[in-house]
């Protein structure tokens, strides 16, 4: 009997396996144990028609090995492999090749199975994705428990990072860029809390249906680091990869964050927005419940009067006795100065990012209680930002042979001087040399950062 003859012949005896079975429990059983049970006769099909095509590679290469030159060592080690369909057993020949002087198994090395592995790549890719979703114990549990939870971990943190990275899709031309951030708050296993920042990327937002809107072409990117040269760098390779930044408008939005407004040193023309949820959230806080007041200050932050504003703050303080309630106004008040000139409450400059960080980041890694190392929150995040940004998780399990070392990537502050490089005859965004500014290139502080955004890099210099 050929090969297709006995799939053929299997494929027709579930077929009637299934019949029987829903024929039999007509009446006894629901329709949802119909279906469970269904599914359990298909993956057994499936899982015997993997061992037929693996047997049937092996027998071809056997047939048409050269019997001089490569030999059979032992006629019978078994393999048992994890895969979506269930636990599989392969049957296979070691072979020695004389001329090579090596052993291997025809079989896996046609079927590309990698080495020592338990878990096939389909699988592991999906252990990934639920691990991102959910958590390890979780996905384990998905898996009907054939794994642990450490072998989630496992397969996890050996995962191939640089394939996380958003590629760009050469250079485009919008007229709007929206760069929007916040963080969230996450507990680290040795009792200390850390940050997850994260930062989106998009152009705009469009209306999907009434009362629900989408941004247009997102792309989201996470970092762990305290270091703002590790934050930002993944940004600026896509934006300056993927925009013709000179001919678009650039908004950058956040809480105030110092962390945020260094991004513009690396856009020094972009826009910065303060987040409305956080002024309208301050305001509130000080305001104490008294909604004749917070309109009254609402109205004169749209109407950017400072003295208002300031008048108002200053009742509100005098009103109170209690310290805590008195340093509350100051802190408010400091907090709406220091940011004043960045506030815009116009439904043009409309910033989530306090949503996206509950969507995307707490949902997974803080909104329950939960300790991380750094590591682990590391690729987590990475992979959520992923997720989100409609990633295939089958491209990023990792091979067991060591992942080559990537060459040096330029910092942020090498970046940036690429900005409107486009506009400079036929050059693209990285056909640039580095003119140096003695006192302001490679130093970030508040000053260089002012410098820089009044210089406009004018006076940079191309080859």
């Given amino acids: 009997m050929t090969t297709q003859e006995k799939i053929r012949s299997m494929i027709e005896g579930t077929t009637a396996q299934v019949l029987s079975m829903l024929t039999n429990t007509i009446g006894k059983t629901t329709f949802s144990d119909a279906v469970e049970e269904t599914q359990r006769i298909v993956n057994d099909l499936g899982g015997q ?57 025809a079989a896996d090395e046609l079927l590309k199975i990698e080495k020592r592995a338990r878990i096939e790549k389909g699988m592991q890719a999906q252990l990934i994705a639920d691990a991102t979703r959910s958590s390890y114990g979780k996905a384990a549990e998905i898996a009907h428990r054939k794994v642990s939870r450490q072998t989630v971990h496992n397969i996890v943190r050996r995962l191939n990072d640089e394939r996380l990275n958003v590629r ?25 809390p850390a940050e997850v920042r994260l930062i989106y990327v998009h152009e705009g937002v469009r209306q999907v249906c009434r009362g629900r809107r989408e941004l247009i072409n997102p792309k989201y990117f996470v970092s762990v680091s305290t270091d703002n040269e590790t934050t930002w760098n993944d940004v600026a390779d896509y934006v300056y990869g993927q925009y013709r930044v000179s001919k678009a408008q650039l908004h950058i939005a956040g809480d105030g964050a110092q962390w945020i407004k260094y991004g513009l040193t690396i856009f020094p023309k972009a826009q910065y927005h303060l987040d409305k949820f956080h002024v309208y959230k301050s305001v509130t806080d000080v305001v104490g419940g008294d909604r004749v007041l917070r309109r009254q200050i609402i109205d004169a932050l749209s109407e950017s ?30 907090y709406i100065e220091n940011n004043f000139d960045e506030i815009d409450l116009t439904p043009a400059t409309s910033c989530a990012a306090e949503g996206h960080v509950s969507h995307i980041l707490s949902a997974r890694m803080s909104s329950r209680p939960m300790a991380w190392s750094k590591d682990g929150a590391h690729r987590i995040a990475r992979l959520r930002a992923y997720y989100f ?75």
């Fill in 305 to 334: 009067d400072y003295d208002r504003v300031r008048a108002l703050y200053g009742a509100r303080l005098r009103s109170l006795t209690k310290p805590g309630e008195r340093e509350n106004v100051r802190a408010g008040l400091f």
């Fill in 168 to 192: 760009t899709e050469g250079l485009k031309t919008v007229e709007q860029i929206y760069i929007e951030a916040d963080e969230d708050h996450i507990h680290l296993n040795n009792g200390s």
């Fill in 49 to 105: 028609i993997l061992q037929i095509v693996f047997n049937e590679a092996d027998e071809i290469f056997n047939a048409e090995r050269d019997r001089s030159k490569v030999i059979i060592k032992h006629n019978g080690k078994t393999r048992r492999l994890l895969t979506t369909l269930g636990e599989v057993t392969l049957h296979r020949r070691l072979y020695y090749d004389k001329t090579a002087a090596r052993y291997f198994f």
């Fill in 389 to 463: 940004n409609g990633g295939d998780f089958r491209d990023v399990v990792a091979d067991r042979q060591r992942v080559p070392r990537q060459p040096r990537r330029e910092n942020t502050t090498e970046k940036y001087r690429r900005y409107n490089a486009e506009t400079d005859g036929q050059r693209g965004a990285n056909d640039y040399c580095s003119a140096h500014l003695v006192g302001i290139d490679g130093i970030t502080n508040g000053l260089s950062a002012t410098l820089r955004a009044i210089l406009k890099r004018g006076n940079k210099k191309w080859c």
